[in-house]
């Protein structure tokens, strides 16, 4: 078995997954711009962003690092 996380990283997995969500929520704003291109892709991102979000934060609330 591998030894546990040290707290300093699952302090930082905890802010990680706090700004993924500023970023998943800029980004559509972003996509809506009509001088910048590919919408579609930057709605993918934000999506992907949004559940890479929601993944770290179950995990760091798991391991007791957040919360």
Known sequence: M???PAHHTGLI???VAGLL?????????AAQ????RH???RMVVAGVAFAAAG?????AVHRG???
């Open 2 to 4: 591998s030894p546990a």
């Open 13 to 15: 997995l905890a802010q």
């Open 21 to 29: 969500p500023v970023f998943g929520g800029i980004w559509p704003v």
């Open 33 to 36: 711009v009509p001088r910048l």
């Open 39 to 41: 919408s579609t892709a």
């Open 55 to 59: 993944v770290l934060l179950i995990i």
């Open 65 to 67: 690092y957040a919360g």
